[in-house]
Every structure is written in structure tokens, then in C-alpha cells.
């Protein structure tokens, strides 16, 4: 059985004569407190959690690259299978509301219980076993809350929604990184970090976030009134039935076709890049703040300036970068950006002390992954409309996340048995193998069309 989407586009909808719609922007902003609180946890989770691993419990490099990677392996299962929970579910307060308010409610408590137990003389075992509990809790509620924006959003203005809510997500990085510059103390053994003040700061925004949510985003109240609108199934009901019946032909034909095998050859060799800049990028982020404590010596906080700009750089291309892509295509576009990060990987490694020129070099690492982020998985969505969408979407999906389970543990093996200084060497050499794949693609190569507005440039997939 086929379960078909008729999407409708701005053109669709005002020929119906159903008027313009407007993006509700407050509304979208309050849904997208959600997503700010997770992106805020996982900043945290990436910055600190190999630290106190590393200097807290004296874990081996190769050991704390496995437990980091830990993460990904839970979400390949858990954020489907709550995907699926939540869309079965209809209570009072709706699909996704109480999947996001409880995980929250479980994630909070249980990360209070790690940081208490996170000391030299905590139990390891003990914090492992809340550590397993709260990744649980964190997947539990991720696909609910990503999927309540496209629930409450009409569908032409999905696109400029998921802007706002990536948007959010990276005020929710951005937050805790200069909160950890503000608050984290910078003592000489990082052994002795004190994290009160950073973990306050986190549990208040993840609280504060989801209160805020539940006083003002009432989820079945919004979709009744989105659907008397026209903007949900009522937009499916206006169409007439011969022009749906053609778009459902349409989408199951395409599902029974495969792929041409010179189209194949360029997803495949696509799919193998995107898994090298993962592995690339992903073991720096996973590995820097021990980099920086490593190589250059106890600075407590001030790594997180560094990455801090890596975020606001990436936000800031998204615009130009989209506008770049138009005019020069977007495999020349996603070739420049990985030019550019294995330049600056290249660069750091040679860098001998700490210089102000690492914010530099961070700075365009941020542009080159945006170049990457807002051309990569459209041009899979090109290959594969000859195809399922649906299917190769998936298979996206899964290289990325793999690359994201092996590269914390294949680069921790080089940070514990050679040197810490591999970390950047590391990410230079899959970086420049990506460069290489991505040539071989031939297709997908389309120049995306101008935006309606500056906001849709943020619409990307990471």
C-alpha cells in the first residue's frame, strides 16, 4: 500500500483560490524551542562529555572515541522507531507534545544524575549506565519534535519554517558554546573543571524552552484550526480528483523504476563523499576541546570560541552560498567548500602554539561545511526522482550516520597509540579523499532556483 502526499506550491495553492499564505512566525519560533534545547544538549554533549571521560576517568582515547559514538548508534534506532511511536499516538495533548515533554522531563533529571556522579571518585560503572539512560531519554523525543513543525505547518511553508527552526537550533549551540566561555573555570589538571554554573545554564534552557512550549503551543488546538484554514487536509481535499490521481501514478511508477547505472555510479560515489567529510569533520568535533588541552596546553573554556564562530560563520553563508549555487551549480559549489576545510585542517596541524588564527581558520571550515550542508542531499533528491526519493533519502542518512559511529573510534585509536597532532591530519586526509569522490559525480548537478525569500536559504540537511 502507498501512502501518497500531495504537496501543494505557492502557484497550486492561489490557483485554487484559497489566498496567500503567511509563514506564522511566532508560532514557528515557539516550536522551534524545542529543537534549540536539544541542539544546546548536544553542544554540550560533544564539548564536555569526552573530557570528563578523558581527564575525569582517565579513559583512553580509542574508549572515549567508542563511547561518543554511542550516540549515533541509539539514534539509527531510536529516532525511527519514536518517529513511528508518536505518529500512532493521539492523546489529549496530542502526537508529539507529551513524546517531547516527557523525554525532556527524563534527559533533565538524568543529566543531573551523570554531571553529580561525573568526579574522580564517582563510580565509572554508574555513570556509564545513566549515560546509556539518557542517550535513551534524548532519542526518545527528537523525531517528535522535529516532526511537529511540519504537523503544524501548512505545506508550502515548510520549507521557510524548517529555516526558523534551524535557525533555532544554531542560537541553541551558540548559547551554551559562549556559556562556556563565560562560566567554565580554567584550572591547570582539567581533572578539576568545575561544570556547576555550564550545567545549570543547560538544564535552565532545556527547561525554560519546553515550559514555554507547553503555555503556548497547543498542539491539537493548532491543527484543528490549520485544517478549518485549509492548510492541512483540506488543502488534499480542493484538488481535483483527476490532477491527484495523475500525481499518485506518477509517484508509484517512479517508485517501481530503478536507477539509471550511470546515475547509480554518481549516487554511490556522492554517498562515499558525504561518509569521508563526515568522517572528516566529525572527528575534530568529537576531539577538539581534548586537542586544545593536549597540544597547546589547559585554557579551560576558550575552545569554545573557535567553535563558536565555526556555528555563526555557517549560518551567516547560508544566504550567499544558496545564491552561489544558482549561478555555479552546486557540485562546483560543494567542491570549493571541501578545497576550503582541508586547507584550514592542513593548516592547523601545522600550527606549533595556540594563535588567533585558529578563529580564522575556523571560520572558513564553518563556510566550507554550509557549501557542503546546502548542496548535498539536494543533489541526491536530483538523482533520485527517477527513483524513491524516500528510499535514497534513507541510504543519505545512513553514510552520514555511519561515518559518525567509526570516525570518533578509528580517530581516537590515532589520538591514543601515535599522537593527539593526528587529529587534524586525520580530517586532512578524508577530506582531500572526498574532494576526489566527488568528481566522479556526473550527475545531480542542477543550479538550484533563486529563493522567494532570504529565509529559505536555511532550509538545509546535516
Avoid at 506550491?9 to 489566498?19: A, C, D, I, Q, S
Avoid at 490549520?226 to 501514478?249: M, N, P
Amino acid at each position: 500500500m502507498y501512502n501518497i502526499h500531495i504537496v501543494l506550491n505557492y502557484k497550486t495553492y492561489e490557483k485554487k483560490g484559497l489566498g496567500v499564505m503567511k509563514l506564522n512566525y511566532r508560532r514557528t519560533i515557539l516550536i522551534g524551542l524545542a529543537f534549540l534545547s536539544i541542539t544546546a544538549f548536544w553542544q554540550f554533549y560533544d564539548n564536555e562529555i569526552p573530557r570528563i571521560l578523558k581527564y575525569t576517568f582517565n579513559l583512553g582515547e580509542t574508549a572515549t572515541g567508542a563511547v561518543m559514538a554511542m550516540d549515533n548508534v541509539f539514534a539509527l534506532i531510536l529516532l525511527p522507531m519514536f518517529g513511528i511511536l508518536s505518529d500512532k499516538h493521539d492523546g489529549p495533548f496530542g502526537k508529539r507534545m507529551p513524546f517531547i515533554v516527557l523525554g525532556t522531563i527524563l534527559s533533565i533529571i538524568l543529566f543531573l544524575v551523570l554531571m553529580f556522579v561525573a568526579k574522580p571518585s564517582g563510580n565509572i560503572m554508574f555513570f556509564f549506565l545513566v549515560l546509556l539512560l539518557l542517550l535513551v531519554a534524548m532519542g526518545t523525543y527528537r523525531s517528535p519534535a522535529v516532526s511537529l513543525m511540519p504537523d503544524l505547518t501548512p505545506a508550502p511553508l515548510r520549507s521557510s519554517a524548517n529555516a526558523v527552526i534551524n535557525l533555532m537550533g544554531a542560537l541553541g549551540g551558540v548559547f551554551i558554546l559562549v556559556m562556556t566561555m563565560l562560566v567554565l573555570n580554567r584550572p591547570e589538571d582539567p581533572a578539576d573543571t568545575d561544570y556547576t554554573k555550564l550545567v545549570l545554564s543547560l538544564v535552565l534552557c532545556m527547561a525554560v524552552s519546553i515550559v514555554i512550549m507547553v503555555f503556548t503551543v497547543n498542539e491539537k488546538k493548532i491543527k484543528k484550526q490549520i485544517e478549518k484554514e485549509g492548510g492541512l487536509k483540506s488543502l488534499g481535499d480542493k484538488i481535483e480528483y483527476e490532477e491527484a490521481k495523475e500525481e499518485t501514478k506518477q509517484v508509484i511508477a517512479n517508485r517501481e523504476k530503478r536507477l539509471p547505472p550511470d546515475v547509480m555510479k554518481s549516487l554511490t560515489f556522492l554517498l562515499i563523499s558525504v561518509a569521508f567529510w563526515f568522517m572528516a569533520y566529525n572527528a575534530v568535533t568529537t576531539a577538539f576541546t581534548r586537542y586544545v588541552s593536549e597540544v597547546w596546553g589547559p585554557d579551560g573554556g576558550s575552545y569554545a570560541g573557535a567553535l563558536m564562530v565555526a556555528t555563526v560563520a555557517a549560518v551567516l553563508s547560508y544566504i550567499p552560498i544558496g545564491v552561489l549555487s544558482s549561478k555555479l551549480g552546486r557540485k562546483k559549489v560543494i567542491l570549493s567548500g571541501v578545497v576550503l576545510m582541508s586547507a584550514c585542517y592542513l593548516g592547523i596541524a601545522l600550527m606549533v602554539n595556540y594563535s588567533p588564527l585558529l578563529n580564522l581558520f575556523f571560520v572558513l571550515i564553518g563556510i566550507g561545511w554550509a557549501a557542503i550542508n546546502v548542496n548535498s542531499y539536494p543533489m541526491v533528491v536530483e538523482m533520485s526522482k527517477a527513483g524513491d526519493i524516500g528510499k535514497y533519502t534513507g541510504t543519505y542518512y545512513t553514510f552520514s550516520m555511519a561515518a559518525q559511529v567509526f570516525t570518533p573510534i578509528l580517530s581516537g585509536l590515532l589520538l591514543e597509540n601515535i599522537s593527539y597532532r593526528t587529529l587534524f591530519p586525520y580530517a586532512f586526509v578524508f577530506s582531500t579523499l572526498a574532494f576526489f569522490t566527488m568528481l566522479m559525480v556526473r550527475h545531480g548537478d542542477s543550479r538550484p532556483e533563486a529563493k522567494k525569500n532570504l529565509l529559505e536559504h536555511f532550509d538545509v540537511d546535516d
